[in-house]
């Protein structure tokens, strides 16, 4: 047998120590804790059980054990022991557990969800945590891109269904994988965007989903430390870390930054009727909110909720948010539902969260990007007065009030102007600081861009929920008829739609974030809520018969217009606002809005018109940029440009002629809009030299 020592109970998880390997876990509430030791991750029966005893191999809160004779692949879980009582505690003695901070995790093949369930024994069908390295990542030879937001711009994906398509032109074994999606890299270098964002890439449970059905998209996480093995080239479970740092490095040599959607605020374990996989097993009480008769309290939609307050919980994911920063090299996180963090005791919303500030106190942590979703599903959304210093928010006001917009509803055009200059009425009247707002049109849940503008109700009986899930309020038009249509009339105005949907996104003062395959038109038929979707339905198109190049080709330009004009289209200083024209400092950028006459916007709630204007000094106007949303076609009075109008942008033309390579002059001091369509002018000393 192998020789066992007290360890110790830093750092958390498993570690390769000089002798062995050291194992560490925080398991507050129990009476005594057995290390189980496996030969392989396929094994029904552990080779060894080492019991830990309370006086000798407990310090605090955690339990630690070094084991003499064991290294990088070793498998192993935790039986736990202690008082059960109905939604307590929890503890299952007859439950193999997962090691919450495991790096790796095997035994998928003998793995049964079902089986970790009630009170009987499932060693045999259990998963095992993984022993592996914990080298950090090479930043010498791969740096961190290091975008400013003010020039950033991020795209969110998939990473199974960005390639699992055979027309991705990849072999078998890559697609769906981070390695395919190195592949891939140059067509999202090629498009313009600065920032990959991975829908959850932590270990999920598959089975976590209604029968018949599988859990593609992994809001539901198994482990926080984890890559999911789906995602990896090889059923090695050590491999996985190896493929991400693949992926990360490529990214960085290709100037791309890698932020992670990550799920701290639920598990995959459900409410007290779901399995005893790792946290409720060990630290049922600490890990999730519940209320004083042990009930779980749940805002995520999922069950429960992390009770991020907690100390233990806390120190979890920071653990983890090093694991993936340091270690693997990623740039930033997006936390989903990420206000629930705020909550403390009995779900109390908190101003001063301690986890949030336990990150912006990290140095680790501190160059990281870091987003938040405002919102949890107990109703708490906090914009403005998100509780965190460093942490930007999505924008859902800024989707909403552009939906609308475009789609022709009343009350739409003054809200709109406040998202398109910074959304101002949501920030004490001042436009938000670059970096606290991502805006968005479109994202993972809810309608694709061509979706929106094709289909004015979800379509998601391919759930297998009879259309209840997914988003009933998703102010989208089809524009006659729902669904494909032949009419040439209703394309080329779904067509138009989606120009101005996207323009107005990248023109808007903020962070601009665009979702995976609305560069080419991708559609997934109405269903705005595949996540059970491992199927053509969610997988992004890559056969040029089925991409809307045109439109690609548009986004391509618009991205290099941002890029080449930084400080007219994202100014890090919000222009000044004015109703009239004033005379200034040369250097003072001020901004005007009117209607189809200068100076008068119309914000009645009739009014589906605006028009804006960027000026330095008093030297004239730099950019016109006018939007008409309303049936017919319109004429805007002109402000006397600083050199004569250069035409950019017209969405109502045909392409290429919408976004041409070079800006075409334009004489008048009248422009007219087609209906349903976007304008952009510049000033010629502006746009001269101007290529796209």
């Known amino acids: 047998m192998r020789r066992i020592h007290l360890g110790c109970p830093w750092p958390l998880g498993s570690s390769i120590t000089s002798r062995g390997v050291n194992f560490s876990v925080a398991a507050p509430a129990a009476d005594r804790l057995e290390l189980l030791l496996f030969a392989d991750g396929s094994d029904r029966t552990p080779e060894q059980v080492i019991e830990l005893d309370a006086r000798r191999h407990r310090s605090g809160d955690y339990w630690h054990v070094e084991v003499e004779d064991l290294g990088e692949g070793c498998?192993?879980?935790?039986?736990?022991?202690?008082?059960?009582?109905?939604?307590?505690?929890?503890?299952?003695?007859?439950?193999?557990?997962?090691?919450?901070?495991?790096?790796?995790?095997?035994?998928?093949?003998?793995?049964?969800?079902?089986?970790?369930?009630?009170?009987?024994?499932?060693?045999?069908?259990?998963?095992?945590?993984?022993?592996?390295?914990?080298?950090?990542?090479?930043?010498?030879?791969?740096?961190?891109?290091?975008?400013?937001?003010?020039?950033?711009?991020?795209?969110?994906?998939?990473?199974?269904?960005?390639?699992?398509?055979?027309?991705?032109?990849?072999?078998?074994?890559?697609r769906g994988t981070v390695l395919g999606l190195i592949?891939?890299?140059?067509?999202?270098?090629?498009?313009?965007?600065?920032?990959?964002?991975?829908?959850?890439?932590?270990?999920?449970?598959?089975?976590?989903?209604?029968?018949?059905?599988?859990?593609?998209?992994?809001?539901?996480?198994?482990?926080?430390?984890?890559?999911?093995?789906?995602?990896?080239?090889?059923?090695?479970?050590?491999?996985?870390?190896?493929?991400?740092?693949?992926?990360?490095?490529?990214?960085?040599?290709?100037?791309?930054?890698?932020?992670?959607?990550?799920?701290?605020?639920?598990?995959?374990?459900?409410?007290?009727?779901?399995?005893?996989?790792?946290?409720?097993?060990?630290?049922?009480?600490?890990?999730?909110?519940?209320?004083?008769?042990?009930?779980?309290?749940?805002?995520?939609?999922?069950?429960?909720?992390?009770?991020?307050?907690?100390?233990?919980?806390?120190?979890?994911?920071?653990?983890?948010?090093?694991?993936?920063?340091?270690?693997?090299?990623?740039?930033?996180?997006?936390?989903?539902?990420?206000?629930?963090?705020?909550?403390?005791?009995?779900?109390?919303?908190?101003?001063?969260?301690?986890?949030?500030?336990?990150?912006?106190?990290?140095?680790?942590?501190?160059?990281?990007?870091?987003?938040?979703?405002?919102?949890?599903?107990?109703?708490?959304?906090?914009?403005?007065?998100?509780?965190?210093?460093?942490?930007?928010?999505?924008?859902?006001?800024?989707?909403?009030?552009?939906?609308?917009?475009?789609?022709?509803?009343?009350?739409?055009?003054?809200?709109?102007?406040?998202?398109?200059?910074?959304?101002?009425d949501l920030y004490s009247g001042h436009p938000v600081n670059i970096g606290k707002s991502v805006n968005f049109i479109t994202a993972h849940d809810g309608f694709t861009l061509a979706d929106l503008v094709s289909y004015n109700r979800k379509h998601n009986l391919a759930n297998g929920e009879n259309n209840r899930d997914g988003e009933n309020h998703n102010n989208s038009w089809n524009h006659g008829v729902e669904g494909p249509s032949s009419d040439p009339a209703i394309q080329l105005l779904r067509k138009r739609q989606q120009r101005n949907l996207l323009a107005t996104l990248l023109l808007a003062r903020g962070v601009p974030m665009l979702s995976m395959g609305d560069e080419i038109g991708r559609s997934q038929g109405g269903n705005n809520n595949s996540w059970c979707q491992n199927s053509p339905l969610g997988w992004m198109p890559w056969n040029a018969d089925q991409c809307d190049l045109e439109l690609k080709t548009f986004l391509q330009r618009l991205l290099a217009l941002r890029r080449a004009l930084p400080n007219l289209i994202n100014p890090l200083v919000a222009p000044r606002q004015t109703l009239k024209r004033q005379p200034s400092d040369h250097g003072d950028l001020w901004q005007q809005w009117h209607g189809v006459e200068l100076g008068r916007p119309d914000w009645a709630a009739w009014s589906r018109t605006t028009a804006t204007s960027l000026h330095m000094g008093s030297r004239g106007a730099l950019l016109w940029i006018g939007f008409n949303a309303y049936k017919d076609p319109l004429e805007f009075a002109l402000p006397v440009p600083a050199s004569p109008w250069m035409r950019v942008l017209d969405t109502a033309m045909v392409s290429p002629d919408d976004l041409p390579e070079q800006p075409e002059p334009f004489e008048g001091v009248e422009i007219e809009l087609d209906h349903h369509s976007l304008v952009v002018l510049l000033a010629r000393e502006v746009a001269t030299g101007l290529e796209l």
Request: proline share 8%; charged share 25%; net charge negative.
């Open 75 to 174: 498998c192993y879980g935790y039986r736990a022991f202690g008082p059960l009582a109905p939604g307590g505690h929890g503890f299952r003695p007859a439950k193999v557990l997962l090691d919450p901070a495991a790096r790796a995790i095997s035994g998928w093949d003998v793995y049964d969800r079902v089986l970790a369930t009630g009170p009987s024994p499932n060693a045999h069908s259990c998963l095992k945590s993984v022993v592996t390295e914990r080298d950090h990542f090479d930043f010498q030879q791969h740096p961190r891109p290091r975008h400013p937001w003010q020039r950033t711009v991020i795209y969110e994906l998939h990473v199974g269904n960005f390639t699992s398509r055979s027309d991705s032109g990849l072999p078998p074994e890559q």
């Open 183 to 424: 592949e891939k890299l140059p067509a999202l270098k090629e498009l313009g965007i600065t920032t990959i964002e991975l829908l959850p890439v932590f270990a999920f449970d598959p089975a976590d989903a209604p029968p018949g059905r599988d859990n593609i998209w992994g809001y539901s996480p198994l482990s926080w430390f984890t890559p999911h093995p789906g995602y990896c080239s090889s059923s090695d479970p050590l491999q996985s870390r190896h493929d991400i740092r693949r992926m990360v490095a490529a990214c960085h040599d290709a100037g791309l930054e890698v932020l992670l959607d990550v799920v701290y605020n639920h598990t995959t374990e459900g409410n007290r009727h779901g399995p005893t996989l790792s946290w409720r097993g060990l630290a049922d009480r600490s890990y999730y909110h519940q209320n004083k008769t042990g009930e779980y309290l749940d805002v995520s939609g999922c069950g429960n909720s992390i009770a991020a307050n907690h100390p233990i919980g806390r120190q979890l994911i920071l653990e983890s948010m090093r694991c993936w920063a340091v270690e693997l090299g990623v740039d930033g996180f997006r936390f989903d539902l990420g206000i629930e963090m705020s909550r403390g005791d009995q779900l109390k919303p908190l101003d001063q969260p301690p986890l949030f500030e336990a990150i912006e106190a990290d140095p680790e942590l501190s160059d990281l990007k870091l987003v938040s979703e405002p919102w949890d599903c107990g109703g708490l959304y906090r914009l403005e007065d998100f509780p965190a210093r460093r942490i930007g928010t999505w924008n859902g006001h800024f989707r909403d009030g552009v939906r609308r917009f475009w789609k022709g509803d009343e009350h739409s055009t003054w809200s709109m102007a406040q998202r398109f200059q910074g959304s101002p």
